[in-house]
């Protein structure tokens, strides 16, 4: 079998993630502010006076978000700067790390903690589940993918931080791939195709649409060895095998090789840390993991006056 060598578009730092951060603190800022400011902060601490502190790591993990510090500072007040240490997104971490320094007002500051803190324990969750996903099936041929199921408004970030976890980005929307799923299948009932037909009408819809060196991968759900091998002499990109044992994914594996396909394999559907090394181990390319995102817990870290 010769394995596909091509893939989902993958997250970057960009100005595109720069524009979401944005938006999401935007938002943040009103939600925490409205138009009154932090009335405890303005009733104890002088307007100008001035602080400096560290942001610091409570407990091991994998860190996301620095990459954001500056310029969430920045639309709090300008006058904020967040001076970097050695530490950079995708590190690993123990606790009582620095992982940066604020300075500046330090009214400002205050409003800014909270926002900070709550962007970088969030990714940095993401992030650190993400490695455990990657390390536990380690030794094998399979990649760990993330999926749709994340925060509305912090997809881009939070395939962001499960890049920085090791892990690899599936689509990041309905826009960049074809996924074809039981209920494309069944919509009403008054479906009268199968899944080699959505195959072959999917492909005919990317081949009239998009030029010949773009076009946008095609994958398809199956959940039975029957429908894989209707499939597979479609050629799809990737097969998403749903809720299949790991003996059942041993079997679509030996059929995809029979049948000589160039298609992957991609292990889905109720997947943790205790059965995810079962499931890589059957020979699948891929295994996706919506826990990465739903399910990732904030990663503790804090602020400590300097």
Known sequence: MTASKRDFHQTEYNDELRADMRSIISLAIREDNSTVGDLTSMSLIPQNAPGRAAVVARERGVVA????????????????????????????????????????????????????????????????????????????????????????????????????????NHRTGLYDAILIKDNHLAFGGISDFGPAEAVRRARA???????????????????????????????????????????????????????????????????????VRAKALSGVERVSVGALTHSAKTFDVGLDWV
């Open 65 to 168: 978000g620095l990459v954001f510090a500056q310029e969430l500072l920045a639309m709090i007040d300008g006058a904020l700067t967040w001076e970097s240490t050695e530490v950079k997104d995708g590190e690993l971490v123990t606790p009582g790390a620095v992982l940066g320094y604020i300075s500046g007002p330090t009214l400002s500051m205050l409003t800014a903690e909270r926002l900070l803190l709550n962007l970088v324990g969030r990714l940095s969750g993401v992030a650190t589940l993400s490695r455990a996903y990657v390390d536990a099936i380690a030794g094998t041929q399979a990649h760990i993918y993330d999926t749709r199921k994340t925060t509305l408004g912090w997809r881009r970030l939070e395939k962001y931080a499960t890049r920085c976890g090791g892990a690899r």
């Open 205 to 275: 819809y990317l081949v009239e649409h998009y030029p010949q060196d773009a076009l946008p991968l095609l994958e398809i759900e199956v959940d039975s060895l029957e429908q894989l091998r209707q499939v597979l002499p479609e050629n799809p990109d990737i097969v998403l095998l749903d809720n299949m044992s790991p003996e059942m994914m041993k079997q679509a594996v030996q059929m995809r090789n029979d049948a000589h396909s160039s298609a992957e394999l991609e292990a889905s559907g109720g997947i943790n840390l205790q059965t």
